[in-house]
């Protein structure tokens, strides 16, 4: 999943499929998107605890001065 944020308060979850978006709109996301396809506003923030090619997607929509960081799960290493 990749979590984008375009201005404080504006969140926006990517993710590879429906199934894996369930819930996040309940957990704060303002918008869910399944991939990055046709995306085009420049994002402050993007939050990665996949990597990939949607990684590189995001990486290119980060606004100037915007901030990567990347996560991954106990056990798992970032």
């Not at 100037?64 to 290493?77: E, K, V």
Request: hydrophobic residues 40%; negative net charge.
């Amino acid at each position: 999943m990749l979590s984008l944020s375009i201005r404080p308060h504006l969140r926006i979850a990517s993710v590879g499929s429906a199934a894996r978006g369930e819930g996040l709109a309940e957990a704060g996301a303002d918008e869910v998107l399944i991939g990055l396809e046709g995306f085009q506003r420049p994002v402050d923030m993007v939050i990665d605890s996949v990597g990939g090619p949607q990684l590189v997607e995001a990486w290119n929509l980060l606004a100037p001065g915007g901030s990567w960081r990347r996560c991954s799960p106990p056990g798992r290493p970032g």
